[in-house]
Protein backbone atom coordinates (compact mmCIF):
# COMPACT_ATOMS: atom_id res chain seq x y z
CA UNK A 1 0.00 0.00 0.00
CA UNK A 2 1.20 3.50 -0.88
CA UNK A 3 -0.25 6.98 -0.30
CA UNK A 4 0.80 10.00 -1.72
CA UNK A 5 0.48 13.70 -1.27
CA UNK A 6 1.51 15.93 -3.50
CA UNK A 7 2.25 19.72 -2.87
CA UNK A 8 3.55 22.92 -4.26
CA UNK A 9 0.56 23.84 -6.46
CA UNK A 10 -0.55 27.73 -6.54
CA UNK A 11 -1.24 30.64 -8.89
CA UNK A 12 1.49 31.79 -10.98
CA UNK A 13 1.66 34.23 -13.43
CA UNK A 14 2.67 33.40 -17.37
CA UNK A 15 6.37 32.19 -17.93
CA UNK A 16 6.91 31.49 -14.18
CA UNK A 17 7.68 28.47 -12.57
CA UNK A 18 6.56 25.57 -9.69
CA UNK A 19 7.90 22.83 -8.51
CA UNK A 20 6.03 20.19 -7.42
CA UNK A 21 6.40 17.37 -4.86
CA UNK A 22 4.52 14.12 -4.37
CA UNK A 23 5.48 12.54 -0.96
CA UNK A 24 4.58 8.65 -0.69
CA UNK A 25 4.63 6.61 2.47
CA UNK A 26 5.55 2.99 2.49
CA UNK A 27 8.79 1.15 2.71
CA UNK A 28 8.40 0.03 -1.11
CA UNK A 29 8.29 3.55 -2.65
CA UNK A 30 11.53 2.84 -4.76
CA UNK A 31 10.11 -0.47 -6.51
CA UNK A 32 7.38 1.84 -7.75
CA UNK A 33 7.33 3.74 -11.38
CA UNK A 34 5.74 7.15 -10.94
CA UNK A 35 3.79 8.83 -12.78
CA UNK A 36 2.38 13.01 -12.76
CA UNK A 37 -0.88 13.71 -14.74
CA UNK A 38 -3.26 17.01 -15.02
CA UNK A 39 -6.99 17.10 -15.30
CA UNK A 40 -8.24 20.52 -16.49
CA UNK A 41 -11.88 21.81 -16.03
CA UNK A 42 -14.04 19.97 -18.54
CA UNK A 43 -11.28 17.58 -20.21
CA UNK A 44 -10.07 14.40 -19.14
CA UNK A 45 -6.71 13.47 -17.29
CA UNK A 46 -4.17 14.00 -19.53
CA UNK A 47 -0.69 12.34 -18.71
CA UNK A 48 2.17 14.98 -18.43
CA UNK A 49 5.47 12.88 -17.30
CA UNK A 50 6.74 9.07 -15.80
CA UNK A 51 9.54 8.11 -14.42
CA UNK A 52 10.84 4.72 -13.92
CA UNK A 53 11.29 3.17 -10.28
CA UNK A 54 15.49 3.66 -10.68
CA UNK A 55 15.25 7.26 -11.94
CA UNK A 56 17.01 5.95 -15.01
CA UNK A 57 13.81 6.56 -17.89
CA UNK A 58 11.43 9.16 -18.16
CA UNK A 59 8.88 10.15 -20.47
CA UNK A 60 6.88 13.24 -21.38
CA UNK A 61 4.23 14.44 -22.65
CA UNK A 62 4.70 16.72 -25.92
CA UNK A 63 3.15 19.50 -24.33
CA UNK A 64 5.42 19.83 -21.77
CA UNK A 65 8.97 18.39 -22.97
CA UNK A 66 11.62 20.58 -22.68
CA UNK A 67 9.73 22.88 -20.26
CA UNK A 68 8.87 19.99 -17.45
CA UNK A 69 11.26 17.90 -15.62
CA UNK A 70 9.93 14.56 -13.45
CA UNK A 71 13.16 13.82 -10.72
CA UNK A 72 12.87 11.73 -7.51
CA UNK A 73 14.89 11.52 -4.42
CA UNK A 74 14.54 7.86 -3.31
CA UNK A 75 16.31 8.48 0.31
CA UNK A 76 13.35 11.04 0.82
CA UNK A 77 10.57 9.07 -0.69
CA UNK A 78 9.57 12.18 -2.96
CA UNK A 79 8.83 12.68 -6.72
CA UNK A 80 9.63 16.27 -8.00
CA UNK A 81 8.12 18.23 -11.10
CA UNK A 82 9.58 21.41 -11.74
CA UNK A 83 7.75 23.06 -14.50
CA UNK A 84 9.32 26.04 -15.84
CA UNK A 85 7.73 28.62 -18.43
CA UNK A 86 4.72 27.93 -17.64
CA UNK A 87 1.56 28.57 -20.25
CA UNK A 88 -1.86 28.81 -19.39
CA UNK A 89 -2.89 26.03 -20.94
CA UNK A 90 -0.70 24.10 -18.08
CA UNK A 91 -3.71 25.07 -15.92
CA UNK A 92 -5.21 21.94 -14.02
CA UNK A 93 -4.88 19.88 -11.17
CA UNK A 94 -1.56 17.93 -11.14
CA UNK A 95 -1.80 14.37 -9.55
CA UNK A 96 0.61 12.06 -9.23
CA UNK A 97 0.08 8.23 -9.30
CA UNK A 98 2.41 4.73 -8.59
CA UNK A 99 2.79 1.41 -9.94
CA UNK A 100 5.30 -1.44 -10.07
CA UNK A 101 4.20 -1.88 -13.81
CA UNK A 102 6.10 -0.04 -16.02
CA UNK A 103 5.06 -1.05 -19.51
CA UNK A 104 2.34 2.18 -20.42
CA UNK A 105 3.58 4.89 -18.07
CA UNK A 106 1.76 7.31 -20.56
CA UNK A 107 -1.70 5.57 -19.34
CA UNK A 108 -3.67 6.36 -16.12
CA UNK A 109 -3.70 2.59 -15.50
CA UNK A 110 -1.48 3.68 -11.77
CA UNK A 111 -2.33 1.58 -9.12
CA UNK A 112 -2.04 4.70 -6.31
CA UNK A 113 -3.08 8.27 -7.07
CA UNK A 114 -2.76 11.12 -4.62
CA UNK A 115 -5.63 13.98 -4.48
CA UNK A 116 -4.25 16.11 -6.79
CA UNK A 117 -2.66 19.89 -5.88
CA UNK A 118 -4.30 22.88 -7.99
CA UNK A 119 -1.91 25.01 -10.78
CA UNK A 120 -3.24 28.61 -11.70
CA UNK A 121 -1.20 29.97 -14.57
CA UNK A 122 -2.33 33.58 -14.93
CA UNK A 123 -2.15 35.27 -18.25
Known amino acids: QVQLVESGGGLVQAGGSLRLSCAAS????????MGWFRQAPGKGREFVAAISWSGSSTYYADSVKGRFTISRDRAKNTVYLRMNSLKTEDTAVYSCAADTNWSQPRRPMYDYWGQGTQVTVSS
Open 26 to 33: GHTFNRYA
